[in-house]
């Protein structure tokens, strides 16, 4: 069973820089397509980024596009989340999300497994 880990979350001032990760153990992930999603304070959780399993494909929400970059490491078993010109609205849970179907898109129900999130707060 394919665990994901997140880390890299914390607390950065409005403007600044973070890079998340997020790990998966139990088996290759190679095939895997990667997102990112995102849930603020007393709000539903929201698509942030998606990557494919050869990295040829990303996809991000209009929210961070320009800011935020996806990639991967199939060779770690990582991908990455670099955001930059952070505001305070970024501020959220983030959590990674996988699935080896082959699904590519930005809706929850396309990713079956899930990481236990990592918090980023932006103070203003």
């Known amino acids: 069973q394919v665990q994901l880990v997140e880390s890299g979350g914390g607390l950065v001032q409005a403007g600044g820089s973070l890079r998340l990760s997020c790990s998966a153990s139990g088996r290759a992930f190679g095939t895997f397509t990667m997102a990112w999603f995102r849930r603020p304070p007393g709000k539903a959780r929201e698509f942030v980024a998606l990557i494919t399993w050869s990295g040829g494909t990303t996809d991000y929400a209009n929210s961070v596009k320009g800011r935020f970059t996806v990639s991967r490491d199939n060779a770690k078993n990582t991908v990455y989340l670099q955001m930059s010109s952070l505001k305070f609205e970024d501020t959220a849970v983030y959590y990674c999300?996988?699935?080896?179907?082959?699904?590519?898109?930005?809706?929850?129900?396309?990713?079956?497994?899930w990481g236990q999130g990592t918090q980023v707060t932006v103070s203003s």
């Open positions: 999300a996988a699935n080896d179907r082959g699904l590519v898109g930005s809706s929850e129900s396309l990713y079956y497994l």
